[in-house]
């Protein structure tokens, strides 16, 4: 891939991302300090040692090659963290995957986004509104983007299939699942593009799915919730969104509908209420005309050394109840870098544990 790595560093790149506990946070601060994954994984065996941890199994070329011959045989390819096509929107978030399989058309990703989320059970009128705002969407130009879910998801994608829709996967980029979306998935993978973070072969769990919400959401400078109970999974893509800094827009519905709840919480609670696609491209216009996504919370500064008082001030302040690590900065009174150094350490040793939301905690 032209200004992508060179074969030996995805080679490299993908062994540190199977590597166990080497999660997407850890993986970009381990780049960001040693500069290439060759030389993170030559140091990651000291690393560990010497904050008290057991060393990771780190993931075998051999085993890695397969992956990379398996993802090629099956007509999808690899988008690793800062080569050239990764989506740019996603590469702001905080915690974003550090590779992506995708099956499709990649100069979508160049596209502005949308997402597109809501109810699997929803009313015959909501699917036929979300199709219609899809296709709207996608006539102005936007790539559309959903979870190939039932319900609401099927519908902004069969809406905004012929004119730019991407679907997120929660398994393998070769699993179709729900079964009934067997034919939309290869609809999508040949005119639109599938997008998956779990390797081929991987059944979609529960765990995958908040993974893969926080995706969906992190593609897009908006998330659209069309129909949504008070505790559904659209509601938590739409809290993410507002994490990341995107704007959140519900359509509403009627109080006497438990579907319509959701996103009538969300409108009294300050998201904006969409009613056509043309509300949705004025809530998305940029101030002055240029569009730029916000950057991730301590993106610009790289990992480093620290002393002992620093890491005995965060220590202090952990527990196994997850905390901010925006807190937990205000708290200590140390550097973000200092701080970011101190988790790494402690997670890539196994004491430390990531929740949703950047809320962190130790392990039991």
Not at 70 to 91: K, S
Not at 103 to 118: C, E, F, H, I, S
Not at 143 to 170: P, Y
Not at 345 to 352: H, K, Q, S, T, V
Request: charged residues 20%.
């Amino acid at each position: 891939m032209s200004g992508g790595f060179d074969h030996d560093e995805r080679l490299a790149r993908l062994r540190l991302i199977r590597t166990p506990r080497v999660g997407p946070v850890a993986y970009a601060q381990l780049i960001a300090r040693f500069g290439t994954a060759r030389a993170a994984i030559e140091a990651l065996p000291d690393l560990v040692r010497r904050n008290g941890g057991a060393i990771p199994a780190i993931a075998d070329a051999a085993s890695a090659l397969r992956e990379m011959e398996q993802v090629e045989r099956i007509g999808a390819r690899q988008i690793f963290r800062g080569e050239p096509l990764y989506p740019t929107w996603l590469d702001r978030c905080d915690g974003a995957p550090a590779m992506l399989v995708i099956r499709g058309d990649p100069t979508l990703l160049q596209r502005r986004a949308v997402a597109m989320v809501g109810a699997r059970n929803a009313s015959g009128a909501a699917m036929r509104f979300a199709r219609q705002l899809a296709h709207d969407l996608s006539v102005k130009g936007w790539l559309v983007v959903s979870g190939l879910a039932r319900g609401i998801d099927t519908a902004a994608h069969v809406g905004s299939l012929e004119h730019g829709t991407a679907a997120v996967i929660a398994g393998g980029i070769d699993i179709v699942y729900p079964s009934e979306n067997d034919r939309l998935q290869a609809e999508v993978a040949e005119r639109g593009l599938l997008i998956a973070e779990q390797p081929p072969g991987v059944e979609p769990r529960a765990r995958h799915f908040p993974h893969r919400n926080r995706i969906i959401a992190g593609l897009a400078e908006g998330t659209v919730v069309v129909e949504a109970a008070p505790k559904s999974g659209s509601l938590i893509t739409a809290r993410l969104a507002g994490e990341f800094g995107r704007e959140v827009m519900a359509v509403p519905g009627s109080p006497l509908d438990p579907r319509a709840q959701g996103c009538n919480l969300l409108i009294r609670e300050g998201a904006t209420l969409v009613q056509s696609a043309d509300d949705i491209v004025e809530s998305l216009s940029p101030i002055g005309g240029v569009s730029v996504p916000p950057l991730p919370l301590f993106a610009s500064s790289p990992p480093r050394d620290v002393g002992d008082g620093d890491r005995d001030a965060i220590l202090g302040l952990l527990g196994p109840v997850p905390l901010p690590v925006d807190e937990l900065i205000r708290l200590c009174g140390a550097p973000a870098p200092a701080v970011q150094a101190v988790l790494l350490d402690l997670e890539l040793a196994g004491r430390l544990e990531r929740h949703a939301g950047g809320k962190v905690s130790l392990t039991a």
